[in-house]
Nanobody
Framework: QAQLEESGGGLVQPGGSLRLSCVAS????????MGWYRQAPGKERELVAT???????TYEDSVKGRFTISRDRAKNTIDLQMNSLKPEDTAVYYC?????????????????WGPGTQVTVSS
């Protein structure tokens, strides 16, 4: 099974920037769509951005123009460049990947998550 690990979280002042990274490792045949989600205290987990195998990206409305998702398929990594951060961006950010496996003569996909990284935007 693959493991996902995020890095790059931390404390930043409003208007600042952070870059999150996620690497997938382990016995991976391929990775399909990848994305970033976040969960603020007392709220449900929400989609932030996704990116397909063809590098097509989508963004949640509140982060459009401020966040940029990118991926390196050869390295099984995705990044999230976050600019003009706001206090409402404070949350635990999770990396998500649809990982493709092959076993017993069949292909199958598993939706997997990293443990999360805390992003705090505060003065």
């Amino acid at each position: 099974q693959a493991q996902l690990e995020e890095s790059g979280g931390g404390l930043v002042q409003p208007g600042g920037s952070l870059r999150l990274s996620c690497v997938a490792s382990g016995n991976i045949l391929d990775i399909m769509d990848m994305g970033w989600y976040r969960q603020a205290p007392g709220k449900e987990r929400e989609l932030v951005a996704t990116i397909t195998t063809g590098n097509m990206s989508t963004y949640e409305d509140s982060v459009k123009g401020r966040f940029t998702i990118s991926r390196d398929r050869a390295k099984n990594t995705i990044d999230l460049q976050m600019n003009s951060l706001k206090p409402e961006d404070t949350a635990v950010y999770y990396c998500n990947a649809e990982v493709r496996y092959y076993s017993g003569g069949s292909y199958y996909n598993v939706d997997q998550w990293g443990p999360g990284t805390q992003v705090t935007v505060s003065s």
